[in-house]
């Protein structure tokens, strides 16, 4: 990253820089110092005190993509006062340090499998035995519900890959996504507090969700499940997949929607009276870095908010509302996620394809540009974490003999970005606050 941005020159090297801005201010380690403190025997949330004597043990679990480096930093603050842990991570994070304490247990993403479902039986069990003397602190962010899979009975994790592949190949939303997921899951829509032996639950989460609605994040495993069997089964069949998920999925579905399998805990039932969740990190909080960023180059900037939709139309929709924009020097920043309905056989992500599709709305308009990226470092199934786009990336793209408009049909939008050279290459970021959008125009 470092790199690129002395290679790069006026816009690029601006939209650059915000992107390093955004991602440092999201780094999980520094959003636990903010949070939490331990000092005299006490550990303070957000300013709300928890005397640790009062516990017998403290157990820490959880998963995300931003989980790991939130647990290295929980046990240096712990230091002794942590019994046990386990967390579940991504295993491309092969970076993380090696804890005392707590261990991680590599999972996959985006997809489940059996790594993951180990890795949840294992913290599972380092929640056995814990009773109402315990703290048990849980680590939740972005990725968790595919890192931690743990199919109802019934269901195999064959069965759960297969729906899950299927859903994100029709374009579902997450909150779409996780509302299914939670009703196929042991852990996910509070269900995980039911199995903390009635101990004290801290729940310390990253958002990457539009709206930071915490049920939604990692499927909720702490928090209160507002969605239905009946809700799922609806998702299933408008993203027209319904006939296509396994013959078991269906059927566990149909059976919830009855009343012959008991629903996930809502609000207001008896198991979160000693649950506390507390948001440490947001998209807001990646977003206002990359806000002061580009203020810092001049730039009068707006923050327009979660943005969430089609990629391709997302792209376009961004360049028109940059243009449309009096002055010189603007810039808009958008967060959230959008989707990509796989129609063409080419590699790319959500945040590539929009970029490919700003590209074709920004050819001949003068210093303006787009970025799109995503916080974890990693866009759809590529090791790119996004692509910028600006004004001559379609007359060099021609130029090199590529048409644009032909690799957004065929859904490579990895292909070409990498062609020209304008990939964001990040690496692994061990934090998951969602995807940052921005479009900005110098005016020079």
């Known amino acids: 990253m470092e790199e690129a941005i002395d290679a790069a020159r006026g816009i690029r090297r601006d939209a650059l820089f915000a992107v390093k801005a955004a991602l440092e201010a999201a780094d999980p380690a520094l959003l636990v110092r903010k949070a939490v403190r331990v000092h005299g025997g006490e550990l303070e949330v957000n300013g709300v005190g928890h005397r640790l004597a009062d516990f017998h043990k403290v157990v820490v ?6 989980s790991g480096l939130m647990a290295a930093e929980l046990e ?14 991504p295993d491309y994070q092969t970076f993380l340090p090696k804890l005392e304490k707590i261990r991680f247990v590599a999972s996959t993403h985006p997809l489940p499998s059996e790594r993951g479902l180990r890795g949840v039986r294992r913290m599972l069990g380092a929640l056995k035995g814990t009773s109402e003397d315990d703290l048990v602190i849980v680590l939740l962010s972005g990725g968790g519900s595919a890192l931690m899979p743990a199919p109802l009975e019934g269901l195999t994790m064959k069965e759960l890959d297969m729906t899950t592949s299927l859903l994100l190949k029709s374009g579902a939303e997450i909150r779409e996504m996780n509302c299914v997921r939670k009703h196929l899951s042991q852990i996910a829509g509070g269900r995980l507090v039911e199995k903390a032996g009635g101990a004290q639950v801290l729940g310390l ?7 930071d609605d915490l049920s939604s994040v990692a499927s909720g495993p702490t928090a209160a499940d507002p969605t239905t069997f009946a809700e799922a089964a609806k998702v299933l069949r408008a993203r027209k997949v319904w006939g296509r998920i396994p013959a078991s999925v269906r059927e566990l579905i149909t059976s919830g929607t009855e009343g012959h399998i008991r629903e996930t805990p809502k609000p207001g039932d008896p198991v979160f009276k000693r649950v506390t969740n507390v948001l440490i990190g947001t998209n807001a909080t990646a977003s206002s870095a ?4 580009l203020q810092r180059f001049g730039y009068k900037v707006r923050a327009a908010g979660a943005v969430a939709g089609e990629a391709r139309e997302v792209g376009a929709r961004l360049v028109r509302q940059v243009q449309s924009m009096p002055g ?17 056989r080419g590699t790319g992500g959500r945040n590539q394809e929009l970029a ?15 970025v799109s990226f995503g916080t974890d470092g990693v866009d759809g199934s590529t090791t790119a974490a996004g692509a910028y786009a600006d004004s001559m990336t379609v007359e060099r793209a021609l130029a090199m003999g590529l048409d644009p408009q032909r690799y957004l049909d065929d859904n490579d939008s990895n292909t070409f970005f990498r ?4 990939l964001i290459m990040t690496g692994p970021t061990g934090t998951n606050v969602n995807d940052i959008m921005i479009a900005m125009r110098n005016g020079l």
């Open 61 to 66: 679990v959880g998963g995300g993509k931003a």
């Open 76 to 89: 240096h603050l712990l230091g002794r006062k942590l019994d046990r842990g386990v967390v579940v991570v």
């Open 205 to 211: 989460i990253i958002s990457d969700v539009v709206g």
């Open 290 to 293: 990359a806000k002061d960023s």
């Open 328 to 344: 010189k020097r603007i810039a808009v920043v958008w967060g959230g996620e959008t989707t990509v309905t796989a129609r063409g």
């Open 356 to 370: 490919l599709a700003a590209a074709l709305r920004l050819r001949r308009a003068s210093d303006t540009a787009v």
């Open 419 to 422: 062609a020209l050279g304008d």
